[in-house]
């Protein structure tokens, strides 16, 4: 293992999909799973989007179009939110799923939009009340 790469990975994962996901994926890891993620941490995280070539916009823009269309959606949700905290715009994800969808197919389409609503609405703004509003001014 290349601990350096190692090390790059982890740091890179946690600030792209959160610590909260990074943890539960290592605290569930078993003897059997943990080299896994051990693998993904090193040559995914560290290998792959630590390389210099791209923007990570511009990895979670592939990702997302990858994903669709393989129509994979707990991994999209998880780097939906990665896109969105990289810099994608939600408009950029809509057309990214519209491409996916026309060369991936409908059904995949459907299920990546799904997968997009979803996130969207857990991200939504929280509506203030007009007591809210009062306090802050």
């Known amino acids: 293992m290349d601990a350096q790469r190692y090390e790059l990975g982890v740091r890179l994962r946690r600030e792209i999909v959160g610590d909260a996901y990074v943890n539960q994926q290592m605290r569930l890891a078993d003897a059997y799973s943990l080299p896994w993620q051990e693998y993904v941490?090193?040559?995914?995280?560290?290998?792959?989007?630590?390389?210099?070539?791209?923007?990570?916009?511009?990895?979670?823009?592939?990702?997302?179009?990858?994903?669709?269309?393989?129509?994979?959606?707990?991994e999209l949700k998880l780097h939906i939110r990665g896109a969105l905290f990289n810099g994608v715009t939600r408009e950029e994800i809509v057309e990214v799923f519209l491409q996916a969808a026309m060369y991936g197919g409908a059904p995949k389409g459907v299920q990546a939009f799904s997968a997009m609503r979803e996130v969207f609405a857990e991200q939504a703004p929280r509506k203030r009340n007009r007591a809210t509003r009062r306090r802050r001014r």
Do not use: C, D, Y
């Open 41 to 74: 941490n090193e040559f995914v995280w560290g290998g792959i989007w630590g390389r210099p070539g791209l923007s990570r916009k511009t990895r979670s823009l592939l990702n997302l179009a990858m994903l669709a269309v393989l129509n994979t959606p707990h």
